[in-house]
């Protein structure tokens, strides 16, 4: 029942196996198309195969197998300019933060502003907001190191957004926050999808997945065992 490919889709997998050398097979067999301006979940135990797929979409590891398509790209066979252009266009949340360590809070996310050449004090005055939105507006100055796991993962999810890109794609994103703050960083999300983006989050948190209801796929040991569309709203 696999579909056929078509440029239009924001993201299409064709048969995709991925084994990490020598032979731990994290994805089998994955065929699965997601439209642009999309709200997705993946769930599945740990080991599933999540954070391989986020992985595969971000070109961070090739498919052993098939074809990943994204905007009209193959990434099996992605160049690596082509890679970079594709990259200026996603916002990634991953399980580790990546922040720079050496440069302050508002720095970390006004950065991902300056690579795309947005003026100093537009930079900083749209990373203030943004990190004022998630409840980090006293830590501005701090510097990665001295934060707490959770606001060092919200610092990772405003630099994501900051520069509204077309697909975001975050793994676990919420998984070191209290409710407050899953509803704060939640409603971040669902804002930049009202705003056309395509949205793909990783987590295992099935309370939070009923909650926001939106399409949900279901991997298990590596396979993808369900698609669950779910009413709009
Ligand atoms: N770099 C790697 N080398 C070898 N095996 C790996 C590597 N990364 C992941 N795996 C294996 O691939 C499988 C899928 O891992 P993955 O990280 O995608 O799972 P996950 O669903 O994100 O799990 P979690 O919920 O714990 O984050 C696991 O069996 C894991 O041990
Ligand atoms: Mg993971």
Same mark, same amino acid.
């Not at 439209?35 to 954070?51: D, Y």
């Not at 990434?75 to 360590?101: C, H, M, W």
């Not at 501005?140 to 993962?153: D, K, M, N, R, V």
């Given at each position: #029942?696999?579909?056929? !490919?078509?440029?239009?889709?924001?993201?299409?997998?064709?048969?995709?196996?991925?084994?990490?050398? +020598?032979?731990? #097979?994290?994805?089998?067999?994955?065929?699965?198309?997601?439209?642009?301006?999309?709200?997705?979940?993946?769930?599945?135990?740990?080991?599933?195969?999540?954070?391989?797929?986020? /992985?595969?979409?971000?070109?961070?590891?090739?498919?052993?197998?098939?074809?990943?398509?994204?905007?009209?790209?193959?990434?099996?066979?992605?160049?690596? !300019?082509?890679?970079?252009?594709?990259?200026?266009?996603?916002?990634?949340?991953?399980?580790?933060?990546?922040?720079?360590?050496?440069?302050?809070?508002?720095?970390?996310?006004?950065?991902?502003?300056?690579?795309?050449?947005?003026?100093?004090?537009?930079?900083?005055?749209?990373?203030?907001? #943004?990190?004022?939105?998630?409840?980090?507006?006293?830590?501005?100055?701090?510097? +990665?190191?001295?934060?707490?796991?959770?606001?060092?993962?919200?610092?990772?999810?405003?630099?994501?957004?900051?520069?509204?890109?077309?697909?975001?794609?975050?793994?676990?994103?919420?998984?070191?926050?209290? !409710?407050? #703050?899953?509803?704060?960083?939640?409603?971040?999300?669902?804002?930049?999808?009202?705003?056309?983006?395509?949205?793909?989050?990783?987590?295992?948190?099935?309370?939070?997945?009923?909650?926001?209801? /939106?399409?949900?796929?279901?991997?298990?040991?590596?396979?993808?065992?369900?698609?669950?569309?779910? !009413?709009?709203?």
């Amino acid at each position: #029942m696999s579909a056929q !490919p078509n440029s239009r889709d924001m993201i299409s997998l064709y048969h995709v196996d991925k084994v990490y050398p +020598p032979n731990q #097979m994290a994805l089998r067999d994955i065929d699965v198309t997601i439209n642009r301006g999309e709200f997705v979940f993946v769930a599945g135990a740990s080991g599933a195969g999540k954070s391989t797929l986020l /992985k595969l979409l971000f070109a961070e590891e090739r498919a052993s197998r098939g074809q990943v398509l994204v905007g009209g790209r193959n990434l099996v066979t992605i160049s690596r !300019p082509q890679k970079a252009a594709l990259r200026r266009n996603v916002g990634v949340i991953f399980q580790d933060y990546k922040l720079l360590e050496t440069r302050s809070v508002l720095e970390n996310v006004a950065f991902a502003l300056e690579v795309i050449g947005v003026k100093k004090r537009e930079r900083f005055q749209l990373a203030f907001k #943004m990190l004022s939105a998630i409840g980090l507006k006293e830590r501005i100055h701090a510097l +990665p190191p001295t934060l707490s796991g959770g606001e060092q993962q919200r610092v990772s999810i405003a630099r994501a957004l900051i520069n509204r890109p077309q697909l975001i794609l975050a793994d676990e994103p919420t998984g070191n926050l209290d !409710p407050d #703050m899953t509803i704060a960083v939640f409603n971040l999300l669902l804002e930049a999808n009202r705003c056309g983006a395509t949205v793909i989050v990783a987590s295992h948190n099935l309370t939070l997945i009923e909650e926001i209801n /939106k399409r949900t796929l279901v991997l298990d040991k590596g396979r993808l065992i369900g698609d669950f569309e779910r !009413p709009k709203g």
